[in-house]
């Protein structure tokens, strides 16, 4: 073969390796890039708590002002699901394996559940010594963590409510605790304190108790928000004020730093068709972004 026609076929094939590398056969070409899934200003400042159910619907918390869940459809577009109890600000949503609905009501001291057939709301648990409960991650045995931020006096404290709604204080006296995760294997739990800027790594154990808690990561500037692990436990956080995506491994590395559109990011999730693409909270857009990675969610 001549060298010109060399040339040329050794172009296209590393031309379609590329389209192929940086689409990671999702179909998408543009790989840990942020682009706008809703419009602008439709949510209010405290957007937040993005989860799908098992049916891959998009439900995020404060759609049009505070004190509402809304539904995101894959095109962006957004509906009302329901208006919480006078008084009630939801931070995140969580469902269990049957497909519960559990919101922390930050200004009622409540763990909030609701029917999603009948959508009507309860109170799951109420603890009046939560100073205001923010986020929520939940085991194979359906225990719930909490973390519990009083943001006036910068401290902050972390629970467990178990499945007969019983509350577990697990400890106080912490910084401002406020994204939480569990590994994919539940032996570990992160908890983040966003004014501390600190990320701690706690063991677990088979009955939801935690041990051996070590500092796992920690930041020197802008905050931090929600958290979100992978199917390979690379933990996935909100810096919330920088405006990006950090990603840390298992042992605490730092692998990527993914840059949003906005800079207020409060929360993630793992959806779409293979489950490798975030969605994304953005409080002073008052809207949502999506970013393709190539990982999928721990749940995929």
Known sequence: MKRSKLNSALLITISVFAVFALSDCTGSKKMFVAEDLTAENLFSTNIEGPAFDRNGQLYVVNYLHDGTIGKV?????????????????????????????????????????????????????????????????????????????????????????????????????????????????????????????????????EKGNVSNKKLFYKFDDFGLDGMKCDKKGNLYIARWGKGTIIVLSPQGKLIREIPLKGKQCSNIVFGGKDGKTMFITLQDRKCMEKVESNIPGKKY
């Open 73 to 205: 459809a894959p095109d962006g577009t957004c509906s009302m699901f329901i208006g919480l109890p006078a008084g009630s600000i939801a931070n995140c949503i969580l469902f269990d394996k049957k497909d519960n609905m559990f919101l922390p009501d930050f200004t009622g001291h409540n763990i909030l559940h609701v029917d999603m057939q009948t959508q009507k709301v309860t109170v799951f648990c109420h603890e009046p010594r939560m100073y205001s409960p923010n986020d929520l991650c939940m085991n194979r045995n359906g225990q719930i963590f909490a973390s519990d931020p009083d943001w006036k006096t910068s401290v902050g404290q972390l629970w467990r409510v178990d499945p007969d709604a019983k509350p577990v204080l697990l400890e106080t006296n912490m910084g401002t605790t406020n994204g939480i995760e569990l590994s994919p294997d539940e032996k570990s739990l992160y908890v983040n304190e966003s004014v501390q800027l600190c990320v701690w790594k706690y063991d677990v154990d």
